[in-house]
């Protein structure tokens, strides 16, 4: 009679630490990957941001996309922009990336046709990422802020696309100075 109750109790206890070991990989893993949506609002003001010197001036229309590799927030637009570039880069936009200073990180294989710069004069004072800034053909700051509203972004809920269109079919736009609501990382250090 021993026997068996030995085997039930060792069975029990492999059972219990089989439990246990998931309950804590999955606290780990919701720690540290799912992340609740909180309304963020930032104020986009594009009053000191320029391109540099070999860029700027007329020429053809420029986006520049804003990231920070250690955003969770950036996943939910870069599908949307290699759907962009591989709509806007045909018509002659040209796309390029400015990565949060002192940051490590790739982005993905869709999103190799976007020129890397170093910085941007006037990214500094940039109020969170992910954000994109788009100047027109005469190099006037036509558009800077964030790609949408809300958690994701989508070509259904883009400011980005109507913009584009616009600059494309020579009319003049003016969102230099954008307010919203969203899933944002501070751009600039926090001080602790």
């Given at each position: 009679?021993?026997?068996?109750?030995?085997?039930?109790?060792?069975?029990?206890?492999?059972?219990?630490?089989?439990?246990?070991?998931?309950?804590?990989?999955?606290?780990?893993?919701?720690?540290?990957?799912i992340r609740t949506f909180s309304d963020q609002?930032?104020?986009?003001?594009?009053?000191?941001?320029?391109?540099?010197?070999?860029?700027?001036?007329?020429?053809?229309?420029?986006?520049?996309?804003?990231?920070?590799?250690?955003?969770?927030?950036?996943?939910?637009?870069?599908?949307?922009?290699?759907?962009?570039?591989?709509?806007?880069?045909?018509?002659?936009?040209?796309?390029?990336?400015?990565?949060?200073?002192?940051?490590?990180?790739?982005?993905?294989?869709?999103l190799d046709a976007l020129q890397a710069l170093a910085t941007l004069?006037?990214?500094?004072?940039?109020?969170?990422?992910?954000?994109?800034?788009?100047?027109?053909?005469?190099?006037?700051?036509?558009?800077?802020?964030?790609?949408?509203?809300?958690?994701?972004?989508?070509?259904?809920?883009?400011?980005?696309?109507?913009?584009?269109?616009?600059?494309?079919?020579?009319?003049?736009?003016?969102?230099?100075?954008?307010?919203?609501?969203?899933?944002?990382?501070?751009?600039?250090?926090?001080?602790?």
């Amino acid at each position: 009679m021993p026997k068996p109750r030995r085997k039930t109790l060792l069975i029990s206890l492999t059972a219990l630490l089989w439990l246990a070991a998931m309950i804590a990989a999955y606290f780990w893993f919701e720690a540290r990957y799912i992340r609740t949506f909180s309304d963020q609002t930032a104020l986009f003001s594009g009053s000191e941001l320029r391109l540099p010197e070999h860029l700027a001036g007329p020429g053809p229309i420029r986006l520049v996309h804003f990231w920070d590799p250690g955003c969770p927030c950036n996943v939910g637009n870069q599908q949307h922009l290699g759907e962009l570039i591989e709509r806007f880069a045909p018509q002659g936009v040209a796309f390029y990336a400015v990565q949060k200073a002192g940051s490590q990180g790739r982005l993905p294989a869709n999103l190799d046709a976007l020129q890397a710069l170093a910085t941007l004069p006037g990214s500094e004072q940039l109020p969170a990422s992910p954000a994109v800034a788009i100047w027109d053909q005469q190099g006037r700051l036509a558009y800077f802020g964030p790609y949408s509203e809300g958690l994701t972004c989508s070509s259904s809920n883009s400011f980005i696309e109507p913009i584009l269109e616009a600059l494309a079919a020579g009319r003049h736009v003016n969102a230099s100075n954008t307010l919203a609501v969203g899933c944002f990382c501070a751009w600039t250090p926090t001080s602790e």
